[in-house]
């Protein structure tokens, strides 16, 4: 089919969908002009002060649960203006080393203030930033690192994700090669467009000739798991742009794709430029409709080429590919260990966040005095805890509602019936008798039926419509 085709044949299915009648339901924040992405429950940006003595205080006598990993390198070769994320560019060999050598003694602490010898974990990803801006002998080191506090052992993935001029020539190679024979399975690289003048316009060093070398890189390195991500709504980018980015994708060969809408609002620890460019020049950004299409486009081109939607806008053609930290945390509520400036971490009931902060010597002193860079967090309530435990599977895959009350002990339907029904009206949310999920309208809109089902105090929109007694508190 011909460009213009598959934006025919998806205005036909986005009509089924009937995103006018979303849109006067007052569900959507601003008409669909805005939105927040589900991620966590609490949201992490709405966290208050704590230091890393909560995380810790009773440890052992807290209930255990099956835990995953995450690290976080800050470095990058530029700084993209729809980043949220404190990230250092262009830095010196020696700033690295410095973060390096940190970054391994608050893996030390974490081991040492939960009494193991190493942290076993049953996935790991390491983000950033750019983590493969490391030299390859930075890369060893760190990888050597990971393997001396992690227990790897029935570890079923070992993720990085990656930019793709850092992983061009012999370095690059080298790189891979070494990822490969630490045991990483999964490369996750930031691709985000094919248009070369998006991506200068983005702040992105990379071309599209540069993406394809790079993934040829990863194939001669025998990392077979692939996967990218792609951003769609940016500036500049007609619904013609964005379709043919997406037959490029799924041309190429690799496992899958995440599909990300523009963040505008800060959605991290640093508010992007992008902000300042929908200031200055609002009419560059497509409207509202058009970014509908964008979305459903996404999914009708991955379909169409055997890529299914395993998670919310993750698309795969093999489960096993999509990332298992996101499945793990997202899906089976397990506990996260973060190290690095602004890692997560939830351990046991409590949430916590490191200090994001561009000087990295405040994430330095607090590992010299012994602490675990944590400088934000919340103990969750037994209210937390519930709408956690629902809101995450049902935005990524769906809600058992025996593992719901065997994990919480009580049911769906005491906690939640109201809001359900609700969504039902709406074709929005259905359920059975085992488990609760979105439907295709439901899935589409996510993150605005989601946060149908956060506390009042944490609606990113207040505004928006709500079902009747939405304002109670679970007891």
């Given at each position: 089919?011909?460009?213009?085709d ?6 036909v ?23 927040f ?23 052992a ?40 050598n ?51 052992s ?22 891979l090669q ?14 985000q ?28 390195a ?19 742009m ?15 794709f ?12 640093r ?93 330095y ?16 309530t ?47 949310i ?28 944490y ?13 109670r508190?679970?007891?």
């Amino acid at each position: 089919m011909q460009i213009k085709d598959w934006i025919a044949k998806a205005s036909v299915g986005l009509a089924t969908l009937d995103p006018e009648g979303m849109k006067k339901s007052g569900i959507l924040p601003h008409g669909g002009s805005d939105f927040f992405p589900v991620i966590g429950y609490p949201p992490l940006t709405m966290f208050g002060p704590m230091d890393d003595g909560p995380l810790f205080a009773d440890f052992a006598r807290r209930p255990a649960l099956p835990t995953v990993g995450y690290i976080h390198i800050p470095f990058c070769p530029s700084r993209c203006t729809f980043c949220h994320w404190i990230t250092k560019t262009k830095s010196r060999s020696e700033e690295v080393d410095d973060y390096l050598n940190y970054l391994d003694q608050e893996m030390m602490l974490y081991k040492r203030k939960m009494g193991v010898d190493k942290i076993a974990v049953q996935s790991v990803l390491v983000g950033g930033g750019t983590p493969t801006y490391l030299s390859a002998q930075q890369t060893e080191r760190f990888l050597q690192s990971v393997h001396r506090h992690f227990d790897l052992s029935n570890c079923s993935q070992f993720s990085i994700e990656a930019e793709p001029t850092t992983l061009l020539g012999e370095e690059g190679l080298r790189k891979l090669q070494l990822m490969k024979d630490y045991g990483v399975h999964r490369i996750s690289m930031g691709v985000q467009s094919f248009d070369d003048p998006v991506l200068a316009y983005m702040g992105r060093v990379h071309s599209r000739a540069d993406t394809i070398e790079a993934i040829a890189q990863i194939r001669r390195a025998g990392i077979s798991n692939i996967m990218i991500d792609l951003i769609y709504a940016y500036p500049n980018q007609t619904v013609e742009m964005w379709t043919e980015n997406m037959l490029t994708a799924v041309g190429l060969g690799i496992d899958g794709f995440q599909l990300y809408r523009l963040r505008v609002q800060k959605h991290g620890d640093r508010q992007g430029k992008i902000i300042k460019v929908r200031d200055r020049k609002p009419e560059r950004f497509p409207e509202v409709d058009e970014i509908l299409l964008m979305k459903y486009l996404g999914t009708l081109i991955a379909q169409d080429h055997g890529f299914q939607q395993f998670q919310t806008r993750i698309y795969t053609k093999h489960e096993k590919d999509i990332s298992h930290y996101l499945r793990d945390w997202c899906c089976g509520l397990t506990d996260v260990v973060g190290v690095g400036v602004s890692s997560w971490s939830n351990l046991r009931g409590v949430f916590t966040l490191n200090v994001g902060d561009h000087n990295l010597e405040n994430y330095y002193d607090l590992v010299r005095a012994g602490k675990v860079a944590v400088n934000r967090g919340k103990v969750r309530t037994r209210d937390d805890e519930l709408r956690r435990s629902f809101v995450l599977p049902l935005k990524n895959t769906q809600v058992d509602k025996a593992f719901f009350e065997a994990r919480t002990g009580a049911k769906v339907s005491d906690c939640f019936q109201n809001e359900i029904d609700w969504l039902k009206s709406f074709d929005l949310i259905a359920e059975d008798d085992r488990n609760v999920w979105l439907t295709a309208r439901g899935r589409f809109f996510a993150d605005e039926v989601c946060t149908q089902f956060f506390d009042p105090n944490y609606l990113p929109f207040p505004e928006v419509a709500r079902p009747p007694q939405a304002q109670r508190v679970i007891a």
